[in-house]
């Protein structure tokens, strides 16, 4: 029981799963790619949300014109605009490496069973296919039978049966 006694070809799952892991290398390459960019965007933000109070002042004090001062409020604004957009961007590649490691759990579940083990103690008595074949839900791979005890049926002459009696040994030959 428990033993291999079929080895399925996995190979296209093997490859699903290599195609898997790359996609999440990349997806992690992305998320540090726009967490860097985050941390630049912050610090963009920090700085054009000073500029564009310093230039309110300045404006209400008319040392610098309105314009200038609503160019740098729309700067300060653009800037916290692609942050944001940044950080949903980041949200959406955490999701997708999260779908591709809950992906890989499936496929390695599914690789698992490309491997038959036997359900019993026993012999294989008889295989139901052949190297190549395809194998599919619910069919029969092949017929394991416990040898600890067997059942033997036979025809005796009607001479023998007077020595025929429980407890008896019998022998055989196939």
Do not use: C
């Amino acid at each position: 029981a428990g033993q291999v006694v079929v080895k399925l070809d996995a190979e296209e799952v093997r490859h699903r799963l290599d195609s898997l892991k790359a996609k999440i290398k990349q997806a992690a390459a992305d998320r540090a790619a726009r967490q860097a960019t985050i941390a630049s965007l912050e610090s963009s933000a920090a700085y054009w949300t000073k500029e564009e109070k310093r230039d309110r002042r300045l404006a209400e004090k008319d040392a610098i014109p309105d314009s200038q001062a609503e160019k740098t409020a729309d700067r300060a604004t653009e800037v916290k605009a692609n942050l944001r957009a940044a950080k949903k961007k980041l949200e959406a590649v955490r999701h997708r490496i999260t779908s591709l490691r809950q992906q890989k759990k499936e496929l390695r579940t599914k690789l698992h069973y490309y491997t038959l083990e036997s359900p019993s103690a026993g012999v294989v008595a008889r295989r139901m296919v052949d190297p190549g074949d395809l194998a599919s839900r619910g069919k029969p791979v092949l017929q394991i039978e416990s040898r600890d005890a067997l059942r033997l049926t036979f025809d005796v002459p009607q001479a023998d049966l007077p020595r025929v009696e429980e407890g008896r040994t019998v022998s055989y030959s196939a």
